[in-house]
Structures are given as structure tokens and as C-alpha cells.
């Protein structure tokens, strides 16, 4: 069983920064993908970031570009800087067991393993 536990929300003003975690279980630390997605009520779920098993390769959402670092050791991070109203949402931390087109792993439908989210609220 995979599981992955997110951490790190919470209520912030613009311009502050925050950092998200992921515990992933042992299995999970095998995938080769992790990624962070973020969903506001009412809309699809929207890629952030993601990363390669080997933390050689990253990606990130135009929106975060600049002021968004994803990694991983035994965790996954997900560290968002600048932040905006616009980066209010449940985030979530995801896992798929393959790898597949870049373009893939940018869609929430194609990861295997979800965490339950964490609540990120960004006002002043």
C-alpha cells in the first residue's frame, strides 16, 4: 500500500512563503514521479510541479515559475515563495509508478496515489 501524508498549510499573507511536505510511504519512495497539484472548489485539479525519482528533471506550472522549488530526499518539498491570493487551494502531493510524456505527468488523471491535502490560504 502506497500512502502519502502532506503537511505545511496553513493561513498566509502575500508575499510570505511556505513549505509543503509530503511523507510518503516506503513504497512510494520507488515511483518515479512525485508531483504537487492544487484544486480550488468547484474547479479540476491543476498541475504545480513535479519531479523524477533521481530529482534530475523538474516541471512547474507557469503560474508558480520563479517562485516555486520542488525536491525530495525520503520527502517530498514543495516550497512556494511570493505568494499570491491566487495560490489559495487544497495542494495535493501525488505518485505515479512510471514514467511517461512530459505533457503526461502535467494531468492529475494519470498519478496512480493521492495524499488526503492540505489547506493553503493566502490573504491579508
Known amino acids: 500500500q502506497v500512502h502519502l501524508v502532506e503537511s505545511g498549510g496553513g493561513l498566509v499573507q502575500p508575499g510570505d512563503s511556505l513549505r509543503l511536505s509530503c511523507e510518503p510511504s516506503?513504497?512510494?519512495?520507488?515511483?518515479?514521479?512525485m508531483a504537487w497539484f492544487r484544486q480550488v472548489v468547484g474547479q479540476e485539479r491543476e498541475f504545480v510541479a513535479r519531479?523524477?525519482?533521481?530529482?534530475a528533471t523538474t516541471d512547474y506550472a507557469d503560474s508558480v515559475k520563479g517562485r516555486c522549488t520542488i525536491s525530495r530526499d525520503n520527502t517530498l518539498y514543495l516550497q512556494l515563495d511570493n505568494m499570491k491570493p491566487e495560490d489559495t487551494a487544497v495542494y495535493y502531493c501525488?505518485?505515479?509508478?512510471?514514467?511517461?510524456?512530459?505533457?503526461?505527468?502535467?494531468?492529475?488523471?494519470?498519478?496512480?496515489?493521492w495524499g488526503q491535502g492540505t489547506r493553503v490560504t493566502v490573504s491579508s
Open positions: 501525488a505518485a505515479r509508478r512510471a514514467l511517461t510524456s512530459s505533457e503526461a505527468m502535467r494531468v492529475a488523471g494519470s498519478y496512480d496515489y
Open positions: 519531479i523524477l525519482f533521481n530529482a
Open positions: 516506503e513504497r512510494a519512495l520507488s515511483t518515479a514521479v
